[in-house]
Protein backbone atom coordinates (compact mmCIF):
# COMPACT_ATOMS: atom_id res chain seq x y z
CA UNK A 1 0.00 0.00 0.00
CA UNK A 2 2.96 2.40 0.92
CA UNK A 3 3.83 2.19 -2.62
CA UNK A 4 0.53 3.96 -3.56
CA UNK A 5 0.51 7.44 -3.74
CA UNK A 6 -0.11 8.23 0.10
CA UNK A 7 -2.77 10.45 -0.47
CA UNK A 8 -4.79 7.66 -1.75
CA UNK A 9 -3.88 4.95 -0.01
CA UNK A 10 -4.57 7.08 3.71
CA UNK A 11 -8.63 7.47 1.89
CA UNK A 12 -9.79 3.67 3.05
CA UNK A 13 -13.23 5.19 3.50
CA UNK A 14 -13.70 8.02 1.17
CA UNK A 15 -14.99 7.52 -2.31
CA UNK A 16 -12.14 8.78 -5.17
CA UNK A 17 -13.75 9.21 -8.63
CA UNK A 18 -11.35 10.00 -11.66
CA UNK A 19 -10.79 13.56 -12.71
CA UNK A 20 -10.67 14.88 -9.23
CA UNK A 21 -7.10 16.73 -8.62
CA UNK A 22 -4.90 15.86 -5.51
CA UNK A 23 -5.96 18.92 -3.81
CA UNK A 24 -9.41 17.47 -4.14
CA UNK A 25 -8.08 14.93 -2.60
CA UNK A 26 -6.08 16.50 0.15
CA UNK A 27 -9.12 18.67 1.44
CA UNK A 28 -11.56 15.15 1.47
CA UNK A 29 -8.38 13.83 3.62
CA UNK A 30 -8.27 17.10 5.73
CA UNK A 31 -12.08 17.42 6.59
CA UNK A 32 -12.50 13.52 7.17
CA UNK A 33 -9.76 13.96 9.85
CA UNK A 34 -11.01 16.83 11.37
CA UNK A 35 -14.50 14.94 11.70
CA UNK A 36 -12.82 11.60 12.81
CA UNK A 37 -10.63 13.98 15.52
CA UNK A 38 -13.97 15.82 17.02
CA UNK A 39 -16.17 13.08 17.51
CA UNK A 40 -13.35 10.96 18.92
CA UNK A 41 -12.83 14.11 21.53
CA UNK A 42 -16.76 14.16 21.53
CA UNK A 43 -17.18 10.38 22.60
CA UNK A 44 -13.95 11.31 25.50
CA UNK A 45 -14.70 13.92 26.97
CA UNK A 46 -18.51 12.34 27.68
CA UNK A 47 -16.22 10.23 29.92
CA UNK A 48 -13.93 12.81 31.29
CA UNK A 49 -15.63 16.32 30.63
CA UNK A 50 -12.10 17.96 31.20
CA UNK A 51 -10.27 15.75 29.08
CA UNK A 52 -7.15 17.76 27.15
CA UNK A 53 -4.78 15.22 25.76
CA UNK A 54 -1.18 16.16 26.08
CA UNK A 55 1.35 13.69 24.86
CA UNK A 56 -0.18 11.80 22.08
CA UNK A 57 -0.13 9.18 20.02
CA UNK A 58 -2.09 8.67 16.56
CA UNK A 59 -0.37 5.36 15.24
CA UNK A 60 -1.16 4.38 11.83
CA UNK A 61 -1.69 7.88 11.06
CA UNK A 62 -0.52 7.66 7.50
CA UNK A 63 -0.73 11.18 5.67
CA UNK A 64 -1.32 12.86 9.36
CA UNK A 65 -5.59 13.54 8.84
CA UNK A 66 -6.06 13.39 12.40
CA UNK A 67 -2.71 13.80 13.44
CA UNK A 68 -2.48 17.37 12.40
CA UNK A 69 -5.78 18.23 14.35
CA UNK A 70 -4.79 16.49 17.41
CA UNK A 71 -1.56 18.23 17.50
CA UNK A 72 -3.36 22.16 17.61
CA UNK A 73 -4.69 20.49 20.51
CA UNK A 74 -2.36 18.58 22.41
CA UNK A 75 1.12 19.95 23.80
CA UNK A 76 2.72 17.30 21.57
CA UNK A 77 2.00 14.37 19.11
CA UNK A 78 3.53 11.01 17.52
CA UNK A 79 2.32 9.89 14.41
CA UNK A 80 3.46 6.05 13.70
CA UNK A 81 3.17 4.59 10.18
CA UNK A 82 5.29 1.82 8.96
CA UNK A 83 4.73 3.10 5.20
CA UNK A 84 8.04 5.83 4.52
CA UNK A 85 5.70 7.30 1.90
CA UNK A 86 2.79 8.07 4.15
CA UNK A 87 5.10 9.47 6.69
CA UNK A 88 6.63 11.96 4.10
CA UNK A 89 3.66 13.14 3.04
CA UNK A 90 2.74 13.48 6.53
CA UNK A 91 5.66 15.59 7.55
CA UNK A 92 4.56 17.63 4.26
CA UNK A 93 1.24 17.98 5.56
CA UNK A 94 2.18 18.89 8.87
CA UNK A 95 5.00 22.12 7.20
CA UNK A 96 2.16 23.30 4.82
CA UNK A 97 -0.06 24.11 8.10
CA UNK A 98 2.77 25.42 10.30
CA UNK A 99 2.12 22.33 12.45
CA UNK A 100 5.37 22.19 14.69
CA UNK A 101 4.83 20.03 17.73
CA UNK A 102 4.43 16.72 15.95
CA UNK A 103 7.04 14.58 15.08
CA UNK A 104 6.32 11.06 12.69
CA UNK A 105 8.10 8.05 13.46
CA UNK A 106 8.16 4.39 12.49
CA UNK A 107 8.31 2.83 15.97
CA UNK A 108 6.40 3.87 18.77
CA UNK A 109 8.14 5.32 21.98
CA UNK A 110 7.70 7.17 25.09
CA UNK A 111 4.11 7.55 26.92
CA UNK A 112 1.12 9.24 26.53
CA UNK A 113 -2.61 10.39 27.72
CA UNK A 114 -4.18 10.09 24.64
CA UNK A 115 -3.56 6.46 22.69
CA UNK A 116 -5.31 6.98 19.29
CA UNK A 117 -5.75 4.13 16.65
CA UNK A 118 -8.15 4.23 13.55
CA UNK A 119 -8.91 1.67 10.61
CA UNK A 120 -5.47 0.60 11.35
CA UNK A 121 -5.49 -2.75 12.97
CA UNK A 122 -8.39 -4.19 10.39
CA UNK A 123 -5.11 -4.42 8.37
CA UNK A 124 -2.89 -6.26 10.36
CA UNK A 125 -3.45 -10.24 11.67
CA UNK A 126 -5.12 -10.53 14.75
CA UNK A 127 -2.31 -12.65 16.55
CA UNK A 128 0.20 -9.52 15.45
CA UNK A 129 -2.12 -6.53 15.86
CA UNK A 130 -2.92 -8.31 19.45
CA UNK A 131 0.70 -7.72 20.66
CA UNK A 132 0.99 -4.04 18.94
CA UNK A 133 -2.52 -3.33 20.79
CA UNK A 134 -0.78 -4.38 24.51
CA UNK A 135 2.26 -2.39 24.00
CA UNK A 136 0.05 0.72 23.26
CA UNK A 137 -2.36 0.52 26.08
CA UNK A 138 1.30 0.19 27.73
CA UNK A 139 2.37 3.27 27.63
CA UNK A 140 -0.81 5.16 28.27
CA UNK A 141 0.22 7.09 31.57
CA UNK A 142 -2.70 6.91 34.73
CA UNK A 143 -5.76 8.42 33.93
CA UNK A 144 -4.53 8.52 29.89
CA UNK A 145 -7.65 7.56 27.62
CA UNK A 146 -7.25 5.60 24.28
CA UNK A 147 -9.35 5.62 20.86
CA UNK A 148 -9.48 2.09 19.10
CA UNK A 149 -11.70 1.46 15.88
CA UNK A 150 -11.53 -2.59 15.23
CA UNK A 151 -13.98 -4.94 12.76
CA UNK A 152 -15.19 -7.75 14.66
CA UNK A 153 -17.54 -9.83 12.08
CA UNK A 154 -17.84 -10.43 8.76
CA UNK A 155 -20.96 -11.01 7.28
CA UNK A 156 -19.82 -11.52 3.30
CA UNK A 157 -21.39 -13.94 1.27
CA UNK A 158 -19.82 -17.50 1.73
CA UNK A 159 -18.19 -17.56 -1.91
CA UNK A 160 -16.73 -14.46 -1.01
CA UNK A 161 -15.22 -15.40 1.94
CA UNK A 162 -13.19 -18.22 0.54
CA UNK A 163 -12.15 -15.90 -2.69
CA UNK A 164 -10.83 -13.49 -0.15
CA UNK A 165 -8.92 -16.60 1.80
CA UNK A 166 -7.45 -17.96 -1.94
CA UNK A 167 -6.19 -14.86 -2.37
CA UNK A 168 -4.67 -14.45 0.61
CA UNK A 169 -2.27 -17.59 0.35
CA UNK A 170 -2.03 -18.03 -3.75
CA UNK A 171 -0.12 -14.94 -4.90
CA UNK A 172 -0.61 -16.61 -8.46
CA UNK A 173 -4.33 -15.86 -8.07
CA UNK A 174 -3.88 -12.22 -6.69
CA UNK A 175 -1.94 -11.35 -9.63
CA UNK A 176 -4.48 -13.03 -12.17
CA UNK A 177 -7.48 -11.31 -10.66
CA UNK A 178 -5.78 -8.12 -10.62
CA UNK A 179 -5.07 -8.28 -14.52
CA UNK A 180 -9.05 -9.54 -14.57
CA UNK A 181 -9.51 -6.27 -12.80
CA UNK A 182 -7.48 -4.24 -15.05
CA UNK A 183 -4.65 -3.44 -12.51
CA UNK A 184 -1.32 -3.80 -12.79
CA UNK A 185 0.30 -7.29 -12.37
CA UNK A 186 1.77 -6.51 -8.31
CA UNK A 187 -1.22 -4.52 -7.27
CA UNK A 188 -1.13 -4.83 -3.51
CA UNK A 189 -4.49 -6.58 -1.65
CA UNK A 190 -5.68 -4.54 1.09
CA UNK A 191 -7.20 -7.50 3.65
CA UNK A 192 -9.50 -6.39 6.46
CA UNK A 193 -9.10 -8.84 9.57
CA UNK A 194 -11.77 -9.06 12.37
CA UNK A 195 -10.73 -9.18 15.60
CA UNK A 196 -12.55 -11.32 18.79
CA UNK A 197 -13.87 -8.54 21.49
CA UNK A 198 -13.63 -10.66 24.16
CA UNK A 199 -9.53 -10.41 23.49
CA UNK A 200 -9.14 -6.83 23.16
CA UNK A 201 -11.84 -6.23 26.38
CA UNK A 202 -9.14 -8.10 28.29
CA UNK A 203 -6.51 -5.97 27.14
CA UNK A 204 -8.43 -3.06 28.08
CA UNK A 205 -8.92 -4.28 31.58
CA UNK A 206 -5.73 -5.52 31.92
CA UNK A 207 -3.93 -2.32 31.36
CA UNK A 208 -6.45 -0.81 34.10
CA UNK A 209 -8.56 1.18 31.68
CA UNK A 210 -11.85 1.04 33.77
CA UNK A 211 -13.81 3.24 32.38
CA UNK A 212 -15.12 2.18 28.87
CA UNK A 213 -17.10 3.22 26.19
CA UNK A 214 -17.98 0.95 23.14
CA UNK A 215 -19.95 2.55 19.83
CA UNK A 216 -21.00 0.72 16.44
CA UNK A 217 -18.38 1.72 13.43
CA UNK A 218 -19.60 1.45 9.59
CA UNK A 219 -15.83 2.61 8.13
CA UNK A 220 -14.53 -0.74 7.53
CA UNK A 221 -17.34 -0.88 4.65
CA UNK A 222 -20.46 -2.88 3.30
CA UNK A 223 -19.08 -6.00 4.33
CA UNK A 224 -17.97 -5.70 8.16
CA UNK A 225 -19.39 -4.84 11.39
CA UNK A 226 -17.02 -2.51 13.35
CA UNK A 227 -16.76 -0.83 16.90
CA UNK A 228 -15.21 2.29 18.37
CA UNK A 229 -14.01 1.44 21.81
CA UNK A 230 -13.53 4.40 23.99
CA UNK A 231 -11.36 4.06 27.60
CA UNK A 232 -9.91 5.96 30.41
CA UNK A 233 -7.06 4.54 32.85
CA UNK A 234 -7.25 4.23 36.45
CA UNK A 235 -6.10 7.75 37.87
CA UNK A 236 -2.66 7.06 39.97
CA UNK A 237 -3.38 6.30 43.73
CA UNK A 238 -2.64 9.24 46.09
Known sequence: MGKLIPIL?????VSIT????????EKSSSDLGRRMYNGSMKALREIDPGFS???AVDFGCGVG????PLAREAVSVLGVD???????????????????????AHEVSGSFDLVHCFIVLQHIPPRRGLRILSDLLSRMEPGGMVV?????HWHAAAWRKLATRVVRVDPITKRALNLARGRSFNYPTMMTF??????IITLFQDAGIDD???TSDSSTGPYHSGVILYGKSAAKAN
Open 65 to 68: RVTL
Open 82 to 104: VSRGMLSEARKNATDRAVSNVRF
Open 18 to 25: RGHSRTTH
Open 194 to 199: CYDLRS
Open 212 to 214: MRI
Open 148 to 152: LQVPY
Open 9 to 13: ASLLT
Open 53 to 55: PSN
